[in-house]
Structures are given as C-alpha cells and as structure tokens.
C-alpha cells in the first residue's frame, strides 16, 4: 500500500509561483514513474507532468517552459515547480504513482493522492 500526499497548494497572484510535493509513504518509489495531473472546476482530469524512475521529463503543450517536474528519491519526494503561473492553471493537482516499476509515468496509476488547491488570481 502506497500512501501519496500533496502540499504546497494556495493562493497566488498571476505571474507568481509555487511549488508542489507528492510525499510517498509505505513504499520507496524511486523506480516507479509519476505523474502530476490537475482538474479545474467543470473540467475532466488533465495530464500536466510526469517523471520516469531515472529522471526522464513529460510535459503537456499548456505547461511546457513555465512547470518543471523533479524528484528527490532520497525523501520519496516528488515536486511541481510551477512558474509564471496563469488563471487557467487555477486547479485541484494531484500526484499518482505508476502501478509497475520503471514506466513512464504515464500509467497505469496504482495510487493517487488527495489533491491540493492552487489558486491563481488575475
């Protein structure tokens, strides 16, 4: 069992940044691809980021240059820099973790996390 928990979520201005964590408890994940994807209200669930057991990046077109993935297999840790940030990124992000060792990080997904808010105001 594999426990993900995101932070880091909240409100910010356009132009401003934040910086996502998906904390992995119960299993070292440092082999396991993941991924970030995000739900805006009365939106379905879309792809934002994913990163491979060694470190290989995925972004969608809307994000490329202004997010960047990255994990700290040390803390089984992996983060969402998110800069020059946009009202359309305004979103419930949540992080999953690929069911099979060394993917992607595209899937399939064994576990999600619960998701953290991000706000950004114009």
């Known amino acids: 069992q594999v426990q993900l928990v995101e932070s880091g979520g909240g409100l910010v201005q356009a132009g401003g940044s934040l910086r996502l964590s998906c904390a992995a408890s119960?299993?070292?994940?440092?082999?396991?691809?993941m991924g970030w994807f995000r739900r805006a209200p009365g939106k379905e669930r879309e792809f934002v980021a994913a990163?491979?057991?060694?470190?290989?990046?995925y972004y969608a077109d809307s994000v490329k240059g202004r997010l960047t993935i990255s994990r700290d297999n040390a803390k089984n840790t992996v983060y969402l820099q998110m800069n020059n940030l946009k009202p359309e990124d305004t979103a419930v992000y949540y992080c999953?973790?690929?069911?099979?060792?060394w993917g992607s990080g595209h899937g399939p997904y064994g576990y999600w996390g619960q998701g953290t808010q991000v706000t950004v105001s114009s």
């Open positions: 999953a973790v690929d069911r099979d060792p």
């Open positions: 990163i491979t057991g060694g470190g290989s990046t």
């Open positions: 119960g299993r070292t994940v440092s082999s396991y691809g």
